[in-house]
């Protein structure tokens, strides 16, 4: 039953930059990093801060291969990649799969200009693991094993950026990070990405009342994450990519009101494990 199983761990839900302290214990301060077990295929879905524990914990269990997908390049989302021990490690194979900047850079490209001095001491090139690397289109469909289909689709985001919708064994889960709404409209790219999903993880940065405060940020509210939902048939949705500065206390009273208005919403967490 366990290899039938879809499993989503959250090793980070911060957007923008890593946090700590004690106002934020309960919802953790790691940026985005989201593991999917498909199996017995480890996909792990960008590559924030959350991406260095998310690597231990792979070493420790003797995973043999695992795909990385990049949403984007903005640090948050990328800035756990030097320090995911696998990297470094002959035994194991990644693909790095990468569309954000499809016809300006390729995720060799981009890694290698991310791990390069001054900006780090170890380029990509003394990282010993079987790497691979995948570039595509935001549209495509992508096929990291035979029974797994990743659906693709371009968000709303300075600079770019991809959603992923993770089909595997007749289940279905989105990640819509990242993406900037148009008030009073629901987009049709992402409405269609999300139909009938048993998880939406979406991008609830801020709230409608700090919308227009924060417009041309490329990020969205929960209850426009709502919206969405309720318009596709979506089972379940978590609050995602919080602000940095959104403490477990206002959390909380963000998370109460979420599921006042739908059931399925909850606000993720570092280490919060789910099963499909």
């Known amino acids: 039953m366990a290899e039938e199983t879809l499993k989503i761990h959250f090793w980070g839900v911060r957007g923008s930059v890593p946090v700590s302290g004690a106002e934020y214990g309960a919802y953790g301060g790691n940026t985005a990093c989201i593991e999917l077990t498909c199996g017995g295929r480890t996909l792990i879905l960008d590559a924030g801060s959350g991406l260095r524990q998310a690597g231990e914990a ?29 990297l470094y490690d002959p035994k194991i194979r990644i693909t790095l799969w990468c569309g954000h900047m499809s016809g300006r850079m390729t995720a060799r490209e981009l890694l290698g200009a991310f791990m390069s001095p001054p900006w780090f001491p170890v380029e990509v090139d003394s990282c010993t693991a079987n790497l691979a690397y995948r570039d595509f289109v935001p549209g495509d469909v992508l096929a990291p094993a035979e029974d797994i289909a990743v659906r693709t689709a371009p968000l709303n985001h300075p600079g770019g950026c991809v959603g992923y919708r993770v089909e595997w064994a007749g289940r279905a889960v989105a990640l819509v990070s990242d993406t900037e709404h148009m008030p009073g409209t629901l987009d049709p790219v992402i409405l269609d990405f999300i139909r009938g999903a048993d998880l939406v993880i979406y991008d609830t940065t801020y709230t409608d009342a700090e919308m227009q405060r924060f417009r041309g940020f490329g990020h969205s509210s929960w209850q426009q994450g709502i919206r969405l939902c309720e318009a596709a048939g979506a089972k379940r949705l ?39």
Not at 59 to 84: K, R
Not at 239 to 244: A, E, K, R, T
């Open 58 to 86: 792979l070493t420790a269990s003797g995973v043999a291969e695992a795909d990385i997908f990049l949403t984007h390049s903005h640090y948050d989302h990328v800035i756990g990649l030097p320090f995911f021990t696998p």
């Open 238 to 276: 978590a609050l995602f990519h919080h602000d940095p500065a959104r403490t477990d206390a206002q959390l909380a009273a963000i998370e109460r009101d979420a599921r006042e208005r739908f059931a399925g919403a909850f606000a993720a967490r570092d280490g919060l494990t789910l099963e499909l």
